[in-house]
């Protein structure tokens, strides 16, 4: 099952670059967290890829349940909001069988979800702990030169982080905190960032994508 999983993924992910294309998603999550925040971030990155890079992502961002066999139909899958996050036992296993064979999953902190957060993960991967990424690591490296997280709202004062799970040599799950790169891909209107921090934002999201589909497939 997984050998099958990650051959369907890699498909997925190769087939974006020629003619045929595939979508993205938004995990639905319990908790009482609000894993619609941001309706317009995701949607607004995929059309700056399709723009940017010659991919053909569908533009259509559906949210998937945690629980749900739909999750294997998407290879990337993004998870945001401020507050509770709860995953059941039988979503845990889901999400890791998703991980395991081949899925990714981006989480993005929108302010408020890391106490919450990071217990889940640790249900997902016990054996394993959240590595901080350094500023060389590959994903800063892409079409877009990064020393880091580009900071686009600032809480706390703290610094934005990169962390992440791998498996088998492979990143399986990356931990967006202190960034909100989530907000900087909204329509402008939402925050009214200015222009160099929504370009940040978008470009630091098309790193991380060019890194999961290209890169980190190949890993």
């Known amino acids: 099952m997984k050998l099958i999983n990650t051959l369907y993924f890699l498909l997925l992910i190769f087939s974006s670059y020629g003619q045929s294309g595939y979508q993205v998603a938004v995990l639905k999550y319990a908790g009482g967290g609000d894993y619609y925040a941001n309706p317009t971030s995701v949607p607004n990155l995929v059309k700056f890829m399709n723009e940017n890079f010659g991919t053909s992502i569908s533009e259509d961002v559906p949210y998937v349940e945690v629980g749900s066999p739909k999750i294997f139909n998407y290879p990337f899958v993004h998870m945001t909001g401020h507050g509770n996050v709860v995953f059941s036992p039988s979503e845990i ?56 997280l580009p900071k686009i709202h600032e809480h706390d004062g703290e610094r934005p982080q990169a962390f992440a799970i791998f498996q088998d040599g492979r990143m399986v799950l990356l931990y967006t905190y202190e960034t909100d790169l989530g907000d900087g891909w909204e329509d402008e209107s939402v925050h009214n960032d200015p222009p160099e921090k929504r370009e940040a934002a978008l470009h630091m999201g098309a790193n991380i994508l060019e890194y999961v589909f290209l890169k980190g497939a190949l890993e």
């Open 93 to 148: 296993e889901n999400l890791k069988n998703y991980l395991l064979g081949g899925g990714f999953l981006h989480i993005d902190d929108n302010y408020g979800m890391d106490e919450f957060i990071r217990p889940e993960i640790k249900k997902l991967f016990p054996n394993e702990e959240l590595v901080e990424l350094p500023f060389d690591h590959p994903i800063f490296k892409q079409t877009y030169t990064f020393s880091g």
